[in-house]
């Protein structure tokens, strides 16, 4: 009986899921897209949190486009089959501005954090704080957990020069997605 149950809830909120996206002129998140995220990823920590994102970010646009990518970017991982996904929106304290500081995705071997951003039209000091607030919160947990993580800033749109430039002065990794996923 349980298992008719939790096959239902399954495709209940599957249904729910897929159908709360209306068109719009930044468009949606594939639906075949979202239904193979949500059946993987619907027992892993902090999924459902980013679909409830999703959801209500419906009418606005750069968010609805930046956890598309996170949701993109976790089924390109998960079908690799190189590395686990652990968490989504990992939350963890940076030890030296003691700011609290979310990650994206994190897998067994990276801490990620996605952007589907301008990179020319973005508030340049806030998200180099971030980045290097991230990347210290890297380094400490893998001193304390006596890990080999590496952090990661994946994109969905070509990083300019000069990011990439200072990406290397800072010992950041970044990658850069592949349009023909």
Same mark, same amino acid.
């Given at each position: 009986?349980?298992?008719?149950?939790?096959?239902?809830?399954?495709?209940?909120?599957?249904?729910?899921?897929?159908?709360?996206?209306?068109?719009?002129?930044?468009?949606?998140?594939?639906?075949?897209?979202?239904?193979?995220?949500?059946?993987?990823?619907?027992?892993?920590?902090?999924? #459902? *949190?980013?679909? =409830? &994102?999703? +959801?209500?970010?419906?009418? %606005?646009?750069?968010?609805?486009?930046?956890?598309?990518?996170? @949701?993109?970017?976790?089924?390109?991982?998960?079908?690799?089959?190189?590395?686990?996904?652990?968490?989504?929106?990992?939350?963890?304290?940076?030890?030296?501005?003691?700011?609290?500081?979310?990650?994206?995705?994190?897998?067994?071997?990276?801490?990620?954090?996605?952007?589907?951003?301008?990179?020319? #039209? *973005?508030?340049? =000091? &806030?998200? +180099?704080?971030?980045?290097? %607030?991230?990347?210290?919160?890297?380094?400490?947990?893998?001193? @304390?957990?006596?890990?080999?993580?590496?952090?990661?800033?994946?994109?969905?749109?070509?990083?300019?020069?000069?990011?990439?430039?200072?990406?290397?002065?800072?010992?950041?990794?970044?990658?850069?997605?592949?349009?023909?996923?």
């Amino acid at each position: 009986m349980k298992k008719i149950i939790k096959k239902l809830l399954t495709a209940l909120s599957l249904f729910l899921i897929t159908s709360l996206y209306i068109p719009s002129a930044f468009g949606i998140i594939n639906p075949s897209v979202l239904k193979q995220a949500y059946k993987i990823f619907s027992y892993t920590p902090g999924a #459902k *949190t980013v679909f =409830k &994102k999703i +959801k209500s970010s419906s009418h %606005d646009c750069h968010s609805t486009k930046g956890y598309e990518y996170e @949701i993109k970017t976790a089924v390109k991982i998960k079908n690799k089959k190189e590395e686990k996904i652990i968490e989504f929106g990992c939350r963890l304290k940076c030890p030296k501005s003691r700011k609290v500081r979310e990650i994206d995705i994190r897998t067994d071997k990276r801490f990620i954090e996605c952007k589907n951003i301008n990179w020319k #039209k *973005t508030n340049v =000091k &806030k998200l +180099k704080k971030q980045f290097c %607030d991230q990347r210290d919160l890297t380094d400490f947990y893998n001193k @304390i957990n006596k890990t080999n993580i590496f952090y990661v800033v994946c994109s969905n749109n070509p990083i300019p020069a000069q990011w990439k430039k200072w990406f290397d002065r800072e010992n950041i990794a970044f990658e850069e997605t592949d349009k023909d996923y």
